[in-house]
Each structure stands twice: as C-alpha cells, then as structure tokens.
C-alpha cells in the first residue's frame, strides 16, 4: 500500500457519460497529481493540485475536469465520454516535486 | 519543448545479468530525474533518483547515471532477476512543480 488511494479501481461507462475518479494523497502531501496513461504508452501529465489550488495544468481536454477539497483528496471528473478516452488515470502525491511522487494504483476506465 | 525519451521500447536480458535502461532529456535546465518501475496492472513505483549536482547515485542493485553534457541518464541494474521484469521510465523535473515522463523501457528477464 503506497498510501495513495484511489476509487474505483476499475470503471465501465457508455460514450457521452460522465465519471468521477477520487483520489485521497497520502498523509502529510499537499500536492495531487493526475495523469492518464493509455495503453502502452507513457504517463500523460493533466494537472497538479497544491493546498486546494490548482498549480499547474498539462494536456488536460476541456471536457475533463479536477478539483482538490479542503482534506486534501481530490477528484478528476471526465465528461461527455469518447472511446478515446479509455485508460488507466494515476493520482500521485507528493510533499514537493523535487522529493518525488508516490502513485496510487490507478483507475481504469473502459469506455463502451 | 519539454521531452523525455527513452532509447528502445524493449530490452531482453538474461537472469543474472545486468541491465542498462537508457533515457535521454531535452531541457538542460531539469534539475531532478527519478526512475520509476511499473509492473502489470500497478501504479508506478519509486526506484531511485537523483538530483543534477550529483552525476551517480546508487541504491541497493541499481545505480543511476546523469550524462548533463548530453542530456542522458542511465539506470543501471546489477544481478537483474525475474522480478525486475516490469516497464521502467525516467522522470525529469524541468524547474516546474510536476514530473515529465518517458514512454518506457519494458525489461524482459529470461531465465
């Protein structure tokens, strides 16, 4: 157990429905991290959180969406679903950028 | 722009031997890199890191090598054994708050 945690593990929707990934950093981090990685390619940053305000944004679409709450857990919510849009979405914490990041197990979405 | 990349999508290695995982960078202003390793299924894991004032570091079977004048990092593994088998980026840190990653290096250990 990294101490990241994220819910669900595994996520099965239709096109053109929304979700929402929830991630809980671990202890003590104040930065959230999201990145989605399709398969067999390398992690895509989408946006960092820090103390509830957004830090820095990637290539995150429009339809996609984060925010992180006053305890810190933060929550990536994807709208208007395309099949493009199956893969698995990583949370990382950290205290600072430069002490690393620690991954949670990720989530995987299916898009049908 | 930013960019980490990794040599070769796939390095097939025997057990007990050691393996050299590639990665080159673009910014000269990075000033951190981690490796991380990432098994089927999982999140990745922490390996080792190393910041840009150092050229090696090493840990317990892995040593890391920061080239700056060519913008290259190699992750060293000694003694490589079935269990190493997994995907393996190189991360940098461009003097922004997040990490850029490579596509991955998939290690493949044969008995």
Known sequence: DSGVTQTPKHLITATGQRVTLRCSPRSGDLSVYWYQQSLDQGLQFLIQYYNGEERAKGNILERFSAQQFPDLHSELNLSSLELGDSALYFCASSVAVDYGYTFGSGTRLTVV | ?111
């Open chain 2, 1 to 111: 722009g930013e960019s980490v990349g990794l040599h070769l999508p796939t390095l097939s290695v025997q057990e007990g031997d050691n393996s050299i995982i590639n990665c080159a960078y673009s910014n000269s202003a990075s000033d951190y890199f981690i490796w991380y390793k990432q098994e089927s299924g999982k999140g990745p894991q922490f390996i080792i890191d190393i910041r840009s004032n150092m050229d090696k570091r090493q840990g317990q079977r892995v040593t890391v090598l920061l080239n700056k004048t060519v913008k290259h990092l190699s992750l060293q593994i000694a003694a490589t054994q079935p269990g190493d088998s997994a995907v393996y980026f190189c991360a940098g840190s461009y003097n922004t708050d997040k990490l850029i990653f490579g596509t991955g290096t998939r290690l493949q250990v044969f008995p």
